[in-house]
């Protein structure tokens, strides 16, 4: 926030004005203060409330935050818009086959992340087909569907947490596919000296508390007014610490976080594209309790892919 002083006829106007460095521009706000300098206290306070109206008029309704600035919040929205400005002047074809490019990248790398043993041609032909699959056209299938499904603005609730489940996990029936387990789960993470891993300190809770937690969930999710990156990246943190399900934890948390963000308007996030660092980032958080971490992971991966789309040729 800078200060600005405009003299008018040998008067002093004050005014604030906010920029934000977005990828070869600038955008700039600016409000009339008065023709009283502001105090340091009285200017945190109109940066603050400035802040927030700028907000509110470029989502159209209030966010809240818990981890990061006011002024993050308006650069992920301002990203969002330049996203959604890029896409909008694509032609329908070359619309679709960037739908359907960010679509197949997001089933290949949510699904190559869990070691899950399909190919991008795998992916392809689900595209193409509706009968005589392979199993991994299969698999790659069911999580297209999920993917769709999240794309529909369908009510989070735990009806449909469970069907988004049955159906990423339709080819994996010793999985209980659509159902809570029913017995305790540990976390683990990749050690060198030992191939199955350390086991996380964190546990899982006890199944049988698990639909409690998981209404706990339906309901916080539903009603917070957390701006979408931190919404989307606590709704992963919250449910993978939660681990309703026997297998697919992870893949149902990266649905329901893109989820969050495309019931917002923003773009389908590929967050688990850079594999060890998006580990790191959720070990620790999980391990710390401080899903901050996890929340500057998904800044960083958010501005990233944003500003590869915006300014591809």
């Known amino acids: 926030m800078t200060l600005v002083s405009r003299k008018i006829s040998g008067k002093s106007y004050y005014y604030s004005s906010l920029s934000y460095y977005l990828t070869d521009k600038s955008k700039s706000f600016s409000k009339y203060i008065g023709a009283k300098r502001p105090t340091n ?17 470029l989502a159209n309704k209030a966010y809240t935050s818990d981890n990061i ?31 359907i490019d960010s679509t197949v990248l997001f089933t290949l790398t949510t699904l190559t992340t869990e070691e899950v043993d399909v190919s991008l041609d795998d992916i392809k032909n689900a595209l193409e ?42 080819s994996f029936e010793t999985k209980t596919p659509g159902q809570i387990r029913t ?19 964190y546990r899982p809770p006890a199944f049988i508390k698990i639909s409690e937690l998981l209404d706990e969930f339906v309901k916080w999710y539903n009603s ?25 934890n992870k893949r149902i948390c990266r649905l329901i976080f893109n989820k969050a ?36 992971f998904t800044l960083k991966q958010y501005y990233k892919q944003v500003k590869e789309f915006v300014t591809k040729v």
């Open 41 to 57: 206290s009285e200017l945190v306070r109109i940066e603050s409330k400035f802040r927030a109206e700028i907000i509110k008029k």
């Open 69 to 99: 600035s006011q002024d993050e919040i308006i650069r992920t929205i301002i990203f969002r818009d330049l996203f959604n400005k890029k896409y909008e002047k694509l032609t329908l074809l070359n619309r679709r086959k960037y739908d």
């Open 129 to 170: 087909k509706d009968s005589y699959l392979t199993q991994r056209e299969q698999i790659s299938k069911n999580m297209l569907n999920a993917v769709d499904s999240i794309r529909q603005s369908r009510i989070l609730d735990m009806k449909y947490l469970l069907e988004l489940h049955k159906m990423t996990m339709a």
């Open 183 to 201: 017995k305790q789960v540990y976390l683990h993470k990749i050690a060198e000296d030992n191939p199955l891993g350390v086991e996380l300190s």
């Open 224 to 248: 917070t007014k957390l701006n979408p990156i931190e919404k989307a990246t606590l709704a992963h943190y919250k449910l993978y610490r939660i681990h309703p399900f026997l297998d697919g």
């Open 261 to 296: 963000l495309l019931d917002e308007g923003f773009p389908l996030l590929n967050i688990s594209l850079e594999k060890e660092e998006y580990f790191e980032a959720l070990i620790e958080s999980v391990e710390k309790d401080k899903a901050v971490t996890l929340v500057n």
